[in-house]
């Protein structure tokens, strides 16, 4: 009987334990998730001659210390504006908050912004979208800089998470025809963030 409690109490102890292996495994099905939509010829940004050799994306290896919950103050007055692309094409997006976080020692801040096409949309309403530059560009990561989605915090939230972890490449990256946002100038940040999408070497 005793040795039926231990066990029941130790069994009580471990699964009150952090499951700090769920972070990784949400990570791997976001890239997982990622792959999947890159290999299917009708989803995927990549040329027809680099899908006939594709297998897997590279990504910088996980790392928590890249998720990061960021301090976030809003923007409701900010005006408007035309964000620059690769193309002619000028998107409507609106500034919708600031967030600040300190990532090895640099304190940093990036802008956070809305699509207007997306905001009268059911299925992107809460779509937030955070474009930026960081020091690993054209060496580590696509010189062009990377995007990360986003959700609209809580209502009174000072925070919002930001994981470098699922950083992605714009189309781009892949296949020059598409149209791809630029990452606004307030949004370069002076310090390196290797997680996320790496550089696409496959067409080189």
Sequence with gaps: MKNFFFTFLLLIIISCKPQTSEYPESI??????LNTQYSDAEKSPLTEEDLKTFKALNFFDIDENFRIAASLELTPNSPIFEMQTTTI???????????RFTLNGEKCELSVYQSLDLMTSL??????????????????SYGGGRFIDLEL???????IVIDFNKSYNPYCAYNPKYSCPIPPSENNINVE????????KEHH
Excluded: C, H, W
């Excluded at 299925?123 to 580590?140: H, K, M, V, W």
């Excluded at 915090?153 to 925070?159: D, L, N, V």
């Design 193 to 200: 963030i290797p997680a996320g999408v790496m550089a696409y």
């Design 89 to 99: 094409r000028l998107p409507l997006y609106k500034k919708y908050g600031i967030a």
């Design 28 to 33: 791997k099905l976001f890239q997982y998730e």
């Design 123 to 140: 299925d992107y309403a809460n779509y937030l979208f955070l474009p930026f530059n960081d020091n690993t560009n054209g060496n580590t």
């Design 153 to 159: 915090p809580e209502a009174g939230s000072k925070t």
